[in-house]
C-alpha cells in the first residue's frame, strides 16, 4: 500500500475514490494513526489529522463546505487547505491528496 | 506550669551564623507571623524562639464558642501543635510569660528567671477580655469570684464547660451583646442553659450595624431561646463566695449561677509599657509593622495600633502577618501594611452576619437601601456614597456578601437599580453591568469564555457580535449567555460595534430574512441546498448554513425536497446523537412514555448483546442507550426493530405524560392516550429548533405541561388548556396559554398548526420560548385559535404534508444511503474516555 518517494513523504492508497460521498469526509487508518479526508463538493480533495484537536472530535463526521470543516461536537473550524483553525481552536497540519489514474485515494505522509 | 521544648534539631547552616528572632505571644497573630517568616525562607536566616503564656501550641481562637457549644472537641481547634515547632526548629516557651525587655542590651526577661537574648523581637501580645467596672467581681481575697469567666482562652472556655455542667447551674447571664457575648450566649445555650444577654448599648451587635439591623439580629436571637436585655447595664455580681444573681442599673436583679463578661477586649500592652516603648490605645506601629522609632522590634496583631487603628478581627492580622514577614526576612523590603477596611463575614449564634463600613447614612446626600424581613430574620442595608458603596450590613442572607465586598474593596460602579446589590435578579444581565464584572468573570459557562478573552477578541479586531462569538465561541453552547456577550462586546468595543447585518439572516451565507428567503426559494424553485447556495449565496456554499437550509428546505418541499446528505449534521445522517467521545446514543421511540414487556425485553437484550455502557432514563420519559458505535448503529436499530425517536434532531422528540385518568385518582382527562396520539401524529416533523411536549391530565401537572414548548393539561370539565412557548432548561420560562378547548382532537389541530406556524416563522434554532414572547401570544391566538389572516387551513395543510411524508429514519438500516453512511469515524488515538457503568 505504501511507498517511500523520492519526497521525504510517504505515499498510501486509500482505495477508490467514490468511498467518500460529495460534500463528506471519510476517516482512513494511515500508518497507526487516522485521517480524515474530504471529498468536495467541487470534487477535489483535502485531507487533514482525524481528531479535533480541540477535545478529540471526529473531524471526518464534520459539516465542510469548499473552505473549512467545522467538528461536530464543538463547532470548531479548521481551513481544509492549511489546517489553521478560524475559531482559536490549535492548528491542524494538512496533508496531500490526490487521486491516481484508477480513480483511489494516493495519501502523502511527510516521513 | 512551664514546659520548655528545645529544639535537638541542627539547621544546616548552623545556630552560630544565624541571627536570634524571639516571638513573644504565641497566639493567632504570634504563630502566623512565624509562618510567614518560615514561608519565606525564614529558618536558613533565624533561630527562633517564641514566649506564650498559655502552656499549649497554638489554636483558633474564633473556633472557642464551637467548643463551648460542644460542635467541636478542644483537640480539633489546634492549629498549631506542639510537635510542629520541634519540627520546624522552633524554641517554645509555653506557658512562661514574657514580662519586660531590655531594647538597648536587646534582652527579655520571663516570669520563669530565664534571659533570653534578640536580635530581632517580634510582638504578638494580643488582647484579654475587659472587666467593665462593677461591684461584686472579686472576692475579699482579691480573685476573681467563682462562676465568673472571661471569654478569651481555651482554659476559660474549659472552666465554664465544667462549670455549667455542674448540675444544679441552670442560668447564665452573658454581659455584653457583641459578637463574643453572642457566641458565648450561644454556646451556653446549646448546652442547656437559660441564658439572658445583658448589653450597654441600644440594641445588639451595636459594633457592626445601627439600630434596624440589631433589632432583626435580636428577633433570630430570641428565637433560640435566649433572652436579650438592651441598654441596661450590669452594676453588680450578686453571692458572697459563688454566684447569686446579677443587679442591674435600673435595679432588677436577675438570678443566676454563671457569669460570662464579654464586654469588649482590651490590648496587652503591660510588656510594651514597662519596656518603654510607645503605647497610645495599643502599640504604635508603622507601615513596616515595627515599633514606632524602633528598628528590631515588630509587632502584629491585636496588640496593635496602626495609623490610629486597632483591629479586633483575624483578617487584618493576616495581612500584617504577611507584611512583616517580607520586611524581617528581607524578601521585599517596599511592603508596606496600608490598614485593613475591615468588611468582616461571620456566623453568630448560627445567624449570617457580614458588616463592612458604615452602619447608616452620615451625609444627607447619602443613599440608603434597606431591606428587612424580620420573620425569616433577613435584615440587609446598604448606604452608598457618590455612586460608591461605603458601607453594608446583611444579616441573615449573606449571598451578595462577595460581591459587595469586592464593591466596597475596590469602589466599583454600581447597578442603576440598587436593588441589585442586594438580590440577584436572574442572570447577571443588565443588572450587574457588563463594566462592574472582573475581567476573570466567566460570561459563556458552556464554552468558558471570560470577559477578558472577548474583550481581548474586541479589541483584536471583531467589531461585531457574531465576529466575537465566532472568534471565542462564546454563546455557541447553549446560548443563554447571548445578551450577556452583547453586552459586553458593546461595551468592550465602546459603543463602536459594528450593527451585524447578518443578524437577520436566516443562515450566514444568504443574505435574506426567513420570509425573504422562502419567496425567493419558491419563485425560484429550489429544491435542493446545493441549488439555493448556487442561486442565492454570494460567497457560495457555507457549512453553517446547510443544516439550517436543509431543515428549511424539508418544511416547505415535503417530499419534492431533493435531499443531499451532506448538507445534514452528523446526527441526522445517521439518525443518533454523537458523544463526547464520538460514539453515539440511541432512543428508541416510547410514545408517552409508555412501555411494555416486550419493549423492555428487547432493549434489555439489545443492551447486552452490544455491551451497551450506559442505560439512562432520560427526561422525555425513554430510555437511552449510549456509547453505540456508528458502524454499529444499523445493528441496533435492526435488533430493536422499534422506530426512532428522534432525540438528536432539530425536530419534535416526544410527548411526555403522566398517568393520566385510568390509575391516577386525581386524574380528570386521559393524558397518556391523548399524548401517545400526539406523538404519532407528529414524530419526527423537523422544526428549527428541538419541540419537546407534554400532556398533563390534571393541574398538578405531574408532566411539566407549563414549561414544553407545547404543554397541554386536563382540567375539570373534560376541557383542555394548551399552553405555548414554555421551558426549563438553559432558560426557565412558563409558557402561555394559547387555547382551552373541550375536544383532544381539537388539541391535536391547534397544536400541530401552532408548530407549523413556528416551522415558518421561526428563525434557525430559535426555540418557541423566544419566538412565542417575540411574535406575542395575543398574536398567535389571533392567527391560530380566530384565523384572523385566513391562514388556518393552509397550515393545517402543510403540516399534514409534512406528516405523510415521514418515514422512519432508522429504516435505512438495510441499505446505506451514501457510501460508508455509517463508517467508523473515530481514532484509534486516545479520545476523552467515557467510563463504563
Known amino acids: 500500500m505504501s511507498a517511500e518517494a523520492a519526497t521525504g513523504a510517504q505515499t498510501f492508497v486509500l482505495g477508490p475514490v467514490e468511498q467518500i460521498p460529495l460534500g463528506e469526509g471519510r476517516a482512513f487508518a494511515v500508518d497507526g494513526g487516522q485521517v480524515a479526508v474530504f471529498r468536495l463538493r467541487d470534487g477535489s480533495l483535502r485531507a487533514l489529522p482525524a481528531v479535533c484537536p480541540h477535545r478529540g472530535g471526529p473531524l471526518a463526521d464534520g459539516t465542510i463546505d469548499l473552505g473549512v470543516v467545522v467538528c461536530p461536537l464543538h463547532q470548531h473550524a479548521f481551513d481544509l487547505a492549511t489546517g489553521c483553525s478560524t475559531t482559536g481552536a490549535d492548528n491542524l497540519s494538512p496533508y496531500e491528496v490526490s487521486t491516481d489514474e484508477q480513480r483511489n485515494l494516493v495519501l502523502q505522509v511527510p516521513v | ?261 464579654a464586654a469588649g477586649i482590651r490590648p496587652n500592652v503591660d510588656l510594651a509599657v514597662l519596656s518603654g516603648l510607645p503605647v497610645e490605645r495599643a502599640i504604635v506601629v508603622d507601615d513596616r509593622l515595627r515599633v514606632q522609632d524602633e528598628d528590631h522590634i515588630y509587632a502584629v496583631g491585636e496588640c496593635v495600633q496602626h495609623r490610629g487603628e486597632v483591629y479586633g478581627l483575624v483578617a487584618p492580622l493576616w495581612e500584617q502577618a504577611v507584611v512583616l514577614a517580607n520586611h524581617v526576612t528581607g524578601t521585599d523590603t ?253 432512543v428508541p421511540q416510547m410514545k408517552g412514555g409508555v412501555t411494555s414487556v416486550e419493549q423492555l425485553r428487547r432493549i434489555a437484550d439489545v443492551a447486552e448483546k452490544h455491551n451497551v455502557p450506559l442505560i439512562k432514563l432520560t427526561g422525555g420519559q425513554r430510555i437511552d442507550l449510549l456509547g453505540i458505535r456508528k458502524e454499529d448503529l444499523p445493528q441496533v436499530w435492526a435488533d430493536l426493530d422499534m422506530p426512532s425517536g428522534y432525540a438528536y434532531g432539530k425536530s419534535f422528540r416526544t410527548v411526555k405524560t403522566c398517568v393520566g385518568r385510568d390509575f391516577c385518582r386525581y386524574g380528570t382527562g386521559d393524558s397518556t392516550k391523548l ?29 411539566e405541561s407549563l414549561v414544553k414548548d407545547v404543554g397541554v393539561v386536563a382540567v375539570e370539565g373534560g376541557r383542555w388548556e394548551i399552553y405555548v412557548g414554555g421551558a426549563a432548561g438553559a432558560h426557565i420560562r412558563k409558557g402561555d396559554l394559547l387555547a382551552t378547548v373541550d375536544d383532544p382532537e381539537e388539541v391535536k389541530v391547534l397544536a400541530g398548526r401552532f408548530m407549523q406556524y413556528y416551522r415558518e416563522r421561526a428563525n434557525w434554532l430559535e426555540r418557541t420560548y423566544s419566538f412565542v414572547p417575540r411574535v406575542g401570544i395575543e398574536h398567535l391566538r389571533d392567527v391560530i385559535v380566530s384565523d384572523s389572516e385566513g391562514i388556518a387551513s393552509r397550515l393545517d395543510a402543510a403540516m399534514q404534508d409534512s406528516i405523510d411524508s415521514y418515514e422512519d429514519p432508522w429504516k435505512e438500516r438495510a441499505e446505506p444511503v451514501t457510501p460508508g453512511q455509517f463508517r467508523t469515524s473515530l481514532p484509534l488515538t486516545v479520545l476523552p474516555q467515557v467510563p463504563v457503568q
Open chain 2, 1 to 261: 506550669m512551664t514546659s520548655v521544648l528545645d529544639s535537638p534539631r541542627a539547621t544546616p547552616s548552623g545556630p552560630a551564623t544565624r541571627r536570634r528572632l524571639v516571638v513573644i505571644g504565641n497566639g493567632m497573630a504570634g504563630a502566623r507571623a512565624v509562618e510567614e517568616i518560615l514561608a519565606r525562607g525564614g529558618a536558613g536566616q533565624f533561630t527562633i524562639t517564641m514566649f506564650g503564656d498559655e502552656p499549649y501550641g497554638n489554636y483558633n481562637r474564633i473556633m472557642l464558642s464551637h467548643v463551648l457549644s460542644g460542635e467541636e472537641s478542644d483537640a480539633d481547634i489546634f492549629l498549631n501543635s506542639l510537635p510542629w515547632y520541634q519540627e520546624n526548629g522552633i524554641t517554645l516557651h509555653a506557658g512562661v510569660k514574657a514580662e519586660r525587655i531590655d531594647r538597648f542590651t536587646k534582652h527579655v526577661f520571663s516570669n520563669d528567671g530565664r534571659v533570653t537574648p534578640y536580635d530581632t523581637l517580634i510582638i504578638a501580645t494580643g488582647s484579654r477580655s475587659h472587666m467593665p467596672p462593677m461591684d461584686g467581681l472579686y472576692t475579699p481575697g482579691g480573685s476573681i469570684k467563682q462562676g465568673i469567666f472571661g471569654f478569651r482562652t481555651i482554659d476559660d472556655t474549659r472552666k465554664m464547660v465544667s462549670h455549667a455542667r455542674q448540675e444544679h447551674h441552670r442560668r447564665a447571664v452573658v454581659i455584653g451583646g457583641g459578637l463574643l457575648g453572642l457566641e458565648a450566649a450561644h454556646g451556653l445555650r446549646s448546652i442547656g442553659l437559660e441564658v439572658d444577654v445583658v448589653h450597654s448599648a441600644g440594641h445588639l451587635m451595636s459594633a457592626q450595624m445601627g439600630p434596624d439591623g440589631g433589632a432583626v439580629l435580636r428577633r433570630s436571637v430570641e428565637a433560640l431561646g435566649i433572652r436579650v436585655l438592651t441598654g441596661s447595664r450590669t452594676t453588680a455580681v450578686l453571692g458572697n463566695d459563688r454566684v447569686t444573681g446579677v443587679s442591674l442599673r435600673d435595679g432588677t436583679d436577675i438570678a443566676c449561677d454563671m457569669v460570662v463578661v
Open chain 2, 334 to 586: 517596599s511592603s508596606l501594611y496600608l490598614g485593613s477596611r475591615t468588611a468582616t463575614k461571620l456566623k453568630v449564634a448560627g445567624v449570617e452576619v457580614a458588616s463592612m463600613g458604615l452602619h447608616g447614612p452620615e451625609l444627607e446626600t447619602d443613599e440608603h437601601i434597606v431591606f428587612s424581613e424580620p420573620s425569616r430574620g433577613v435584615f440587609k442595608s446598604i448606604v452608598v456614597r457618590n455612586n460608591k458603596m461605603v458601607g453594608a450590613t446583611l444579616l441573615g442572607d449573606s449571598r451578595k456578601v462577595a460581591y459587595l465586598t469586592q464593591a466596597y474593596d475596590r469602589g466599583l460602579p454600581l447597578p442603576e437599580e440598587r436593588i441589585g446589590l442586594m438580590f440577584d435578579l436572574g442572570t447577571p444581565d443588565g443588572d450587574t453591568g457588563v463594566a462592574e464584572l472582573s475581567d476573570d468573570a466567566q460570561v459563556c459557562n458552556c464554552n468558558g469564555v471570560s470577559k477578558r478573552t472577548l474583550v481581548d477578541a474586541v479589541q483584536g479586531g471583531c467589531a461585531t457580535v457574531a465576529g466575537a462569538m465566532e472568534a471565542t465561541r462564546a454563546g455557541k453552547g447553549c446560548g443563554s449567555c447571548k445578551l450577556l456577550v452583547r453586552q459586553v462586546v458593546e461595551w468592550a468595543a465602546d459603543g463602536a460595534v459594528e450593527e451585524d447585518p447578518a443578524a437577520g439572516y436566516y443562515v450566514p451565507a444568504i443574505p435574506l430574512d426567513k420570509p425573504a428567503l422562502m419567496a425567493e426559494i419558491r419563485k425560484r424553485g429550489l429544491r435542493s441546498v446545493s441549488a439555493v447556495f448556487q442561486a442565492l449565496a454570494p460567497g457560495g456554499e457555507d457549512a453553517r448554513s446547510k443544516m439550517g437550509l436543509a431543515s428549511l428546505l424539508k418544511m416547505m418541499l415535503a417530499e419534492r425536497y431533493i435531499d443531499e446528505r451532506d448538507a445534514r449534521f452528523i446526527n441526522d445522517r445517521v439518525h443518533a446523537n454523537i458523544q463526547r467521545d464520538g460514539t453515539f446514543s440511541v
Open chain 2, 675 to 703: 399524548g401517545i396520539e400526539i406523538e404519532s401524529r407528529f414524530q419526527g416533523i423537523e422544526a428549527p429548533a428541538k419541540l419537546k411536549l407534554a400532556v398533563s391530565g390534571c393541574p398538578r401537572n405531574c408532566a
